[in-house]
């Protein structure tokens, strides 16, 4: 995400990049200020965040502004690097054409070598660096048999201060990303691969949705947007509520949104070690009458800042994931259903009763069954097929979406004659 104010980036934000068949990962990390260091800052711990993606890192990509010059925390940094013993390829950004270049001459004042000259916003000179960033790695390491399919990928969504963060870093054991009281810390998605209940999933920690995206505007507008996108690339979402609140308007839209977009489904209601007795009779009450369509979900109560029951993520992780990849046979779903119609039949509709030749399932991953009719089912009965699905076969913590399929209408009128026109039968 890029915007023109300070501070937009905050936590370590990993991409992986090719050039010349060498792959590699970049770590995108905020601005670094060694003078707040060690303050009870935002600012200390977005630096504190860089100093551990350079102890990591292979070789290290050091952009200053070349129009500005080297400021004082330039060469603080600078100074950090040099102890670092890491290669070092220094970048001297916002030379956007040949006059500009007298003036990086004067970043060779940090001791990190030569300074190449390139322009980020319209890629002047990102040839020349990407060959010097190749030069200071390492040779590359032999390539690791490929796990089929690999982690599961989980995305961690919710409003801004539900604990979405809070939880990445308790499950990853570290302090991975930031987690600030002021709503709104976390901009991109962050990526971690953790080792949890004998298996290993890749979390994603996403921003948190404040309203609808057409309503964001600015650094809002494109965290929003990177959330949905999270979310597609997801297999299960983990909804985090806060359970020491009442449920929200925008609680239940996210989960409409995860439910829009296929993914399995667990519901996880934080900040557990804050709820009384009477929260959580009134919570339970909230849930029967506002998450109607999404009774199915797992829910795991969870304290995010303590640990309690995290590991209850894993079963009910399981669980969804199960039940969005299953199928059931066809000739056990249309046994059921016949015995299902003929105990409840559809309404009468215009007159006529539409009847159900035959189901099958289309597609999982969502599970997406298609009815075969003579007419037109109404989405009352269109859910109650659902809800009898969900009651036979489980279906826990997946969408299930119900489609119908209309009979042709010459078959309706029992026309079998294929004969072509103008011919008459002898």
Request: hydrophobic share 40%; no cysteine; aromatic share 6%.
């Amino acid at each position: 995400m890029v915007e023109d104010t300070p501070g937009v980036t905050r936590d370590r934000v990993s991409y992986d990049a090719t050039w010349r068949g060498r792959a590699f990962t970049i770590v995108d990390t905020g601005g670094w200020e060694p003078a707040v260091e060690g303050t009870p800052s935002l600012a200390a711990r977005v630096a504190a965040q860089a100093r551990i993606a350079v102890d990591a890192a292979d070789a290290v990509l050091f952009v200053v502004d070349a129009v500005v010059g080297v400021t004082d925390a330039d060469a603080a940094v600078a100074a950090v690097l040099r102890r670092s013993r890491k290669p070092v390829v220094l970048a001297a950004n916002k030379v956007d054409d040949a006059p500009g270049e007298p003036e990086v001459h004067a970043l060779w004042s940090l001791g990190l070598g030569e300074p190449f000259a390139v322009s980020a916003l319209h890629g002047r000179g990102s040839g020349d660096l990407l060959d010097a960033v190749l030069a200071a790695l390492p040779p590359a390491p032999a390539e690791p048999d490929e796990v089929a399919g690999g982690p599961r990928r989980i995305a961690l969504v919710g409003r801004p201060n539900v604990g979405k963060s809070s939880l990445l870093n308790k499950l990853a054991g570290t302090e991975r990303v930031l987690v600030d009281s002021v709503a709104g810390t976390t901009r991109d998605p962050v990526d971690e691969v953790i080792d949890l209940g004998g298996k290993t999933w890749r979390f994603v920690d996403t921003a948190g949705i404040r309203r609808r995206l057409h309503q964001t505007q600015g650094a809002d507008f494109f965290a929003a947007l990177r959330t949905e996108r999270a979310l597609e690339r997801a297999e299960v979402a983990v909804v985090i509520v806060d359970a020491s609140a009442p449920l929200a308007e925008q609680d239940l839209r996210i989960i409409s949104t995860v439910i829009d977009a296929g993914r399995a489904l667990v519901i996880a209601y934080n900040k557990w070690d804050l709820v009384d007795e009477y929260r959580r009779e009134s919570l339970d009450r909230e849930i029967d009458r506002q998450l109607y369509n999404a009774r199915w979900a797992p829910r795991v109560n969870i304290s995010a800042k303590t640990g309690w029951h995290v590991d209850r993520l894993v079963p009910a992780l399981e669980l969804a994931l199960k039940s969005w990849e299953t199928r059931i046979p066809t000739g056990r779903l249309n046994a059921w259903l016949t015995s299902l119609v003929a105990a409840t039949p559809p309404p009468v509709r215009g007159g006529r009763q539409p009847k159900i030749m035959f189901a099958t399932q289309a597609g999982t991953r969502p599970p997406h069954f298609v009815l075969f009719t003579s007419g037109f089912l109404q989405a009352g009965y269109r859910r109650f097929i659902e809800r009898k699905l969900r009651e036979e076969f489980g279906f826990e913590g997946t969408p299930v979406h119900v489609s119908m399929r209309l009979r042709d209408k010459r078959d309706s009128r029992g026309d079998t004659d294929r004969r072509p026109p103008g011919r008459r039968a002898r």
